[in-house]
């Protein structure tokens, strides 16, 4: 509990410090969530870098990733890399696979009640997968985040996914595809312009077709957790948070802590700026 505690009281004091630093027009927090994604690409002008890590209380395994995201010619397309960085074991410890993402602002924005945002990925093979720390081949993944606005403090992120991976590693010696299919579903609070307070679902098959039969697992996490946001009159935007990734059903005693840390701020080389309203 004392955790929670902590959490709550790093919540607060973000809170506490925003006032001195926002600037005059505050919206709500437009963020990513922690593991469903939001369907709001990046403004024109506007870039983000964003750090994520995690660590399981129950083996000490950790993760951790960091995205760079960039609008291109304007708010419809965006493109953005991530780096990963895993792990297992003092042994198995090092670069896990990149991922180079492209994302289409196919309808509305964070200024919609209704915003879809479809993503593709090309998952390079750069960890080490004799050691567990990447999949062993390229692969391609799909993800189509949809975000709708439920009311003036609740706004919903819906995710359906897959990755196909066409040669992973089986084994020392073999490889076979690797299929994932994902679905995720966050609801978000706005307790507050600087603060939100988050539930997360998300659910994971995957599917290893070896030469004697089909592998498959399956997973499921259920993640609150807080976020909250300072902001600065320059523009900048830092966003803090942590949540408690608990495992269920198939996953039944999995425990994690996940921090979650951006920096968004305009960037004249990030493409055409909006016009400023007068």
């Known amino acids: 509990m004392s955790t929670?505690?902590?959490a709550v009281a790093l919540a607060a004091a973000v809170v506490a410090l925003s006032p001195s630093l926002a600037r005059s027009e505050d919206g709500p927090i437009q963020d990513n969530s922690f593991l469903v994604e939001e369907a709001y690409n990046q403004e024109p002008g506007v870039i983000q870098h964003i750090s994520s890590f995690s660590r399981s209380s129950r083996t000490g395994a950790w993760g951790y990733s960091f995205t760079e995201e960039w609008p291109v010619l304007g708010q419809t397309h965006q493109a953005s890399v991530t780096l990963n960085f895993v792990g297992l074991a003092?042994?198995?410890?090092?670069?896990g696979d990149l991922a180079l993402n492209y994302r289409w602002q196919a309808v509305g924005s964070g200024e919609t009640a209704v915003a879809l945002a479809p993503r593709l990925t090309f998952l390079l093979p750069s960890g080490d997968a004799t050691r567990g720390l990447g999949a062993g081949g390229a692969g391609l993944q799909i993800n189509v985040?949809?975000?709708?606005?439920l009311g003036s403090h609740l706004v919903s992120h819906s995710n359906i996914g897959?990755?196909?991976?066409?040669?992973?590693?089986?084994?020392a010696?073999?490889?076979?595809?690797?299929?994932t299919f994902a679905i995720g579903q966050s609801l978000i609070w706005l307790a507050?312009?600087?603060?939100?307070?988050?539930l997360e679902a998300l659910y994971t098959t995957t599917e290893l077709a070896v030469k004697t039969g089909v592998q498959r697992t399956e997973s499921l996490t259920i993640n609150p957790g807080l976020r909250g946001a300072i902001n600065f009159a320059s523009g900048l935007q830092i966003v803090p948070g942590v949540s408690f990734p608990l495992g269920v059903g198939p996953s039944r005693g999995e425990k994690a802590v996940l921090?979650?840390?951006?920096?968004?701020?305009?960037?004249?080389?990030?493409?055409?700026?909006?016009?400023?309203?007068?």
């Open 4 to 6: 929670v505690r902590n």
């Open 90 to 95: 003092p042994e198995a410890t090092g670069v």
């Open 145 to 149: 985040p949809l975000s709708v606005t």
């Open 162 to 171: 897959g990755t196909y991976v066409p040669s992973a590693r089986a084994s």
């Open 173 to 179: 010696t073999d490889s076979a595809p690797l299929t």
């Open 192 to 198: 507050h312009s600087r603060l939100n307070v988050m």
């Open 259 to 278: 921090f979650y840390l951006s920096f968004e701020h305009p960037f004249g080389l990030a493409g055409p700026t909006e016009p400023q309203k007068g």
